[in-house]
């Protein structure tokens, strides 16, 4: 079992940066593929980035270039750093744990956090 709390999500200007923190619980964190999703209110989840046991990254397109995502694994945690905010960025931000391999689809996912909200005004 994991638990997963993220952290750091706020307001921010158009332009500005958030880096978004996903704690996690137990000992076995690094054998965990993590992930981060969002949802705007309205529109369904969806995919932003990912990253491996031995830190393989994927991004979907539109955070490309602007987002990266990285863990500690001495701290059981998972960073998602988030430059050149949009205000189409404005969504609540989730982490997510799995076992195997990292996917996009939310539904491999087996743990989630609750969430932090991420606020871009333009």
């Known amino acids: 079992q994991v638990q997963l709390v993220e952290s750091g999500g706020g307001l921010v200007q158009a332009g500005g940066s958030l880096r978004l923190s996903c704690a996690a619980s137990?000992?076995?964190?690094?054998?965990?593929?993590m992930g981060w999703f969002r949802q705007a209110p309205g529109k369904e989840r969806e995919f932003v980035t990912a990253?491996?046991?031995?830190?393989?990254?994927k991004y979907a397109d539109s955070v490309k270039g602007r987002f990266t995502i990285s863990r500690d694994n001495a701290k059981n945690t998972v960073y998602l750093q988030m430059n050149s905010l949009k205000p189409e960025d404005t969504a609540a931000y989730y982490c997510?744990?799995?076992?195997?391999?990292?996917?996009?689809?939310?539904?491999?996912?087996?743990?989630w956090g609750q969430g932090t909200q991420v606020i871009v005004s333009s």
């Open positions: 997510a744990a799995k076992v195997g391999i990292t996917t996009t689809s939310g539904y491999e996912y087996d743990y």
């Open positions: 990253i491996s046991q031995n830190t393989r990254t």
């Open positions: 137990g000992r076995t964190f690094s054998r965990y593929a």
